[in-house]
């Protein structure tokens, strides 16, 4: 279990103008600016849960997430992750929790995976026969075969990715902190490793608290969202409901046989777009029902499909300057 | 208890590990090794001085220099370390991180890393110094069996200590932007007080005072003079000895404190 008080956490910056004089004033003067990268944010999450953490850039996710791993010390609040609290480093700890940071890696460059899962395997005191049958497990799972015995820099982005999951789910840790595990990679691997993580998070029943810029990591894997801006706490629940509340519209996308008169889709809601027979509207919530009815019994429809909006747009409205999130307020 | 044997347990697999990167990093690996050839440098130096005619330097003639900067360079080679630039490189980078995460405790791990590099500079360095040391001046090394065991003991003071000091001035890394300026500031006082420009007993009375008091001396002179029998009393060497291993406990300790007080400030940059 994952609990969190009022975490702050503040970071003492150096700033100065570019250019030599600027350069030369700061040996002698240096200007410095406290920085409130979480400024008291507080959650829960149980055992099992798979929670989306999302906010702009410099929101304050990853700093928590270095929090929570112990990497970082609170500047106040308290953290708890499994009992422990995380930034005293405790071995057994460490042992139950895993970070993976998708802009950075932990394999041996210049050495085969292997290698590293065989230190790592030594570090975290994992048995012989338990390291075995997890990577064997993990291997079948990331498709690692012929993957390990490469040197790290020869593996390409995606292949490296899967290796760093491997290196850093050996020891069957119950916590994980995934901050950008898709980063760069293609559809494909990104798929692959969404699947992986879902089946991780089954099989251990495993926390898993994720970190991306891509929506569909979110949609495809978390019920539940925390949303965080500026380093404060705005928004804590189901994803849907973050969605409808923020959004209290659907798309709607029709198909058509033929030419429909004009003016006639302008009555049914907004056009979001109309080409080639292909029409797409956005229509409030509660007018989605008669709206359908009347397509179907009146116009040429073929095809017709209702899709929430992308999270990709609830988030730019959240994040949007100006803008107050009272509706993700209410929606928490 | 139970840390110290997982601890154990891990060491095989971090020495095997240490030792694939040293031979992954081989041309960095002898490059580095060069940079600690210059006690054969200053060999060159003092060998044609002390040459001259009923030139003598305190105890050093040529046989005695020749022996005293091989000995340096065997001792260097052996505890020499670039640990400063690795733990500066891995705050600088974020890539700390991954060594935190882990349930040893990171000064372990480097050590392992370093101590696994060792057997690779002996394979490269230390044939080649041996053969030149005992065919120029091989009536001067120690044989008695305590005294060498004493060698040993203080080899390993020395490595530790050398180890632990780099450790600490790495660490200072969490507190300013990088400590590889320190250390250039601590590679200065070394070279003079440690041995390792001149030998001590050369220096002016006032810096050989500073010299014996100092824990730098231990990195290096000490297991140098003893190797090349400069310690003709057993009591001599045990009671030096004793000092080195306190200075590696003092220092160990001064290592950990500025690590531990270094480590809250950690930002853990990138990512």
């Known amino acids: 279990m994952i609990r969190v008080d009022d975490l702050v956490k503040t970071f003492r910056v150096h700033r100065r103008p570019a250019g030599l004089g600027a350069a030369i004033r700061s040996i002698f003067h240096r200007k410095y600016e406290i920085v409130r990268a979480v400024a008291g944010v507080s959650f829960k999450i149980e055992r099992g849960e798979r929670v989306g953490f999302l906010g702009p850039n410099g929101a304050g996710k990853t700093t928590t997430l270095k929090v929570l791993s112990g990497l970082l010390h609170p500047t106040a609040g308290r953290v708890e992750v499994n009992g422990f609290e995380p930034r005293r480093r405790d071995p057994a700890f460490l042992k139950g929790i895993t970070l993976v940071m998708g802009q950075k890696n932990q394999l041996l460059w210049d050495l085969p995976a292997a290698e590293t899962y065989a230190l790592n395997r030594a570090l975290f005191d994992v048995p012989r026969d338990e390291y075995r049958e997890t990577l064997d497990e993990l291997s079948e799972l990331l498709d690692l075969a012929n993957l390990s015995t490469k040197p790290t820099r020869q593996l390409s982005l995606g292949e490296r990715m899967k290796c760093e999951l491997a290196a850093a789910l050996l020891h069957r840790p119950r916590t994980l902190f995934l901050d950008e595990p898709t980063i760069g990679l293609d559809v494909s691997m990104q798929v692959a490793i969404r699947e992986f993580i879902r089946s991780y998070n089954q099989r251990y029943e495993a926390t898993v608290l994720l970190t991306s810029h891509y929506m569909q990591d979110v949609t495809a894997l978390c019920p539940r969202v925390i949303v965080i801006d500026k380093g404060s706490l705005i928004y804590d629940g189901d994803l849907r409901a973050l969605v409808r509340k923020v959004h209290p519209n659907k798309l709607v996308s029709f198909t058509m046989a033929g030419p429909i008169g004009p003016g006639e889709l302008e009555r049914l809601g907004e056009v979001v777009s109309s080409e080639a027979g292909r029409v797409v509207l956005r229509v409030p919530q509660d007018r989605l029902r008669d709206l359908v009815s009347h397509a179907l019994a009146n116009l040429p429809v073929v095809d017709l499909s209702v899709e929430d909006p992308p999270v990709e747009d609830i988030m730019r409205e959240l994040f949007r300057p100006g803008s107050v999130p009272d509706a993700a307020a209410e929606a928490g | ?271």
């Open chain 2, 1 to 271: 208890m139970t840390r110290v044997r997982a601890t154990l347990r891990a060491t095989p697999t971090m020495l095997r590990v240490g030792l694939a990167e040293t031979v992954a990093y081989r041309v960095e690996f002898v490059i580095w090794m060069l940079t600690t050839t210059l006690p054969l440098i200053m060999l060159g130096l003092w060998t044609s001085v002390a040459s001259e005619p009923g030139k003598q330097f305190a105890q050093f003639g040529e046989r005695e220099f020749v022996a005293y900067y091989i000995g340096a360079l065997i001792v260097r080679n052996l505890t020499g370390s670039w640990v400063v630039w690795q733990i500066n490189e891995e705050i600088r980078r974020g890539m700390l991180s991954f060594r935190l995460l882990r349930p040893i405790h990171p000064f372990v791990t480097y050590a392992a890393t370093h101590i696994s590099s060792v057997p690779m500079r002996g394979l490269v360095a230390l044939p080649f110094a041996v053969i030149l040391l005992f065919s120029t001046a091989g009536d001067l090394i120690i044989t008695d069996p305590a005294l060498i065991g004493v060698l040993a003991a203080s080899l390993l003071g020395a490595w530790l200590l050398t180890f632990f000091m780099l450790v600490m001035i790495g660490s200072l890394g969490l507190f300013v932007d990088k400590s590889t300026a320190v250390f250039d500031v601590y590679m200065g006082i070394f070279a003079v007080l440690s041995g390792y420009l001149i030998p001590l007993a050369l220096l002016p009375d006032w810096a050989q005072s500073i010299a014996r008091v100092a824990p730098f001396r231990y990195m290096l002179a000490f297991p140098v003079e003893l190797a090349i029998g400069f310690y003709h009393a057993r009591g001599d060497a045990l009671r030096d000895l004793g000092v080195q291993w306190l200075w590696v406990t003092i220092v160990i300790a001064a290592a950990l404190v500025v690590w531990r007080a270094g480590i809250r400030r950690y930002e853990a940059f990138g990512s």
